[in-house]
């Protein structure tokens, strides 16, 4: 038996998309699904988000406001805080937060008040797909057992239900929602081909995985990859500054190995939504399926997540050995994002470092060209340009995020002491006094 979903292509006669969700991953989804011709609600709690979108304001980082627009202009996306503009879908996709919680378990409130909604409006033959990240065994678990019990339906019998992580890179113009190939996957084989038909209509590539836990899992590894390099270079960079080792030399040496190497920079730490919660999901999985704990996963996070004070402590010797004072100290910091080229504050080692200076005394100044509202950021620091002028004017400049806005080369001629964590400037210059 098959499942084929969306064969027209004229808008709104594909069929009706409700999406849960309007953050960065929902909108992407909603505005695709628009575009190419489905009628698209797009539900979200939270009222000043809807009427921004609805505004035509809110497409962040690698969305462009114009798509937006033109979707909204047709009258094929509709952003909505009611929750009976979401009846009688024919595809209904989940993209609400998936948090980690105090004790380092999944947070599901949000996946389970979305399951809810959808189980109430749920006719049979509809399709039901998860993007939020999830542990290994969600979809097939808390996901249709609550389906299940607020639609009063069988799940894979009555509805096809599967999941489709979100692959998103933010900052990366060359792949798009579009063009990323998209893992589909089902609790049976007709709700895989359903996942797989819907999808079809809205990414170049498909890649059809036969379970969800395997799905949920491949999402999760390829998060860890990151965050487990991310830590190596970091733990090395470390070791190799206090065995007097040109850590930046050494890794330029590495890459040139055309097979078996990927580079990955020193930095400081792990920031952003998915690195941080897809290996807290990944090692509470393995922990809590009573199966031996993931080591080396719990180690990257404990190296990521000590970096800030590494940082904090290196600016601090670098202001002692030059005869200067934490307390009272101009320090100002360029970049806040968690990561170059995007607005992202989630998390972000550099707002933590920032913040930490701030504490300590020093009248911190920040300046990212990206990031517009920072509400994380301490309020006794103050935002400014990264001009030549304000580096002269800083006791110390301190890099944080490599945005490319940033002339560093430039910049570092007016600093007094620039810190560079980053090794842009190349590692020996890590502390460096004009
Ligand atoms: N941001 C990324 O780069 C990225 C990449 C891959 C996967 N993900 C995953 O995608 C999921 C969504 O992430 P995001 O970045 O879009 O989050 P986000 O915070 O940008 O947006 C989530 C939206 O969901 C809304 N929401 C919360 N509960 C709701 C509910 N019950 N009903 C309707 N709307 C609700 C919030 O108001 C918010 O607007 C998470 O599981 C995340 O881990 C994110």
Redesign the pocket.
């Known amino acids: 038996m098959s499942h084929e979903l969306g064969s027209k292509g004229v808008h709104g006669h594909r069929g009706k998309v409700a999406v849960?969700?309007?953050?960065?991953?929902?909108l992407r989804v909603a505005v695709r699904a628009a575009e190419v011709g489905w009628s698209v609600v797009g539900?979200?709690?939270?009222e000043a988000?809807v009427k921004e979108l609805t505004s035509g304001l809110g497409a962040r980082d690698g969305l462009e406001t114009e798509r937006l627009s033109n979707v909204l202009d047709t009258g094929a996306y509709m952003p909505t805080f009611s929750k009976q503009d979401i009846s009688g879908f024919d595809v209904a996709v989940i993209?609400?937060?998936?948090p980690v919680g105090a004790d380092g378990s999944p947070e599901l409130s949000?996946i389970v008040?979305?399951v809810d909604?959808i189980g109430k409006y749920l006719k049979a033959g509809a399709v039901v797909s998860i993007?939020?990240?999830l542990y290994p065994g969600a979809t097939e678990g808390v996901v249709a057992s609550g389906l299940a019990y607020s639609s009063g339906k069988e799940p894979g019998v009555d509805f096809y239900l599967g999941y489709s992580?979100?692959?998103?890179d933010?900052g990366n113009r060359a792949y798009l929602f579009e063009n990323t190939p998209k893992i589909v996957s089902g609790i049976n084989d007709i709700s895989l081909d359903a996942i797989d038909s819907f999808y079809s209509t809205l990414v170049a590539k498909t890649v059809r995985v036969a379970g969800t836990p395997e799905a949920e899992l491949a999402k999760l590894m390829e998060n860890t990859f990151r965050q487990v390099n991310v830590a190596l270079v970091n733990e090395i960079a470390l070791a190799a500054g206090t065995l007097g080792i040109d850590v930046g030399e050494a890794l330029r040496a590495a890459e040139t190995k055309p097979f078996g190497y990927m580079g990955f920079h020193p930095g400081t730490g792990a920031g952003?939504?998915?690195l941080l919660?897809a290996s807290s999901y990944l090692s509470w999985s393995a922990r809590n399926g009573s199966g031996p704990p993931l080591r080396v996963v719990e180690a990257a996070m404990t190296v990521n997540s000590s970096m800030p004070g590494h940082i904090v402590q290196q600016i601090i010797n670098c202001i002692i050995s030059n005869d200067g004072h934490v307390e009272g100290s101009r320090i100002l910091v360029l970049g806040l994002a968690y990561k170059p080229g995007v607005s992202e504050v989630a998390n972000s080692p550099a707002v933590d470092i920032a913040n930490a200076l701030a504490n300590l005394g020093a009248q911190v100044s920040a300046a990212d060209p990206y990031v517009q509202e920072c509400p994380i950021l301490a309020d006794s620091i103050s935002r400014v340009e990264a001009t030549p002028q304000r580096c002269a004017e800083a006791d110390v400049v301190v890099l944080l995020v490599n945005h490319k806005e940033f002339d560093i080369g430039r910049l570092a001629e007016k600093c007094r002491l620039l810190v560079d964590p980053l090794y842009v400037t190349g590692s020996r210059n890590a502390l460096r006094a004009k």
């Open positions: 849960i969700g309007q953050g960065h991953i929902g539900y979200d709690i939270d988000r993209a609400v937060p998936t949000h008040d979305a909604l993007e939020s990240s992580p979100e692959r998103v933010t952003g939504h998915c919660s």
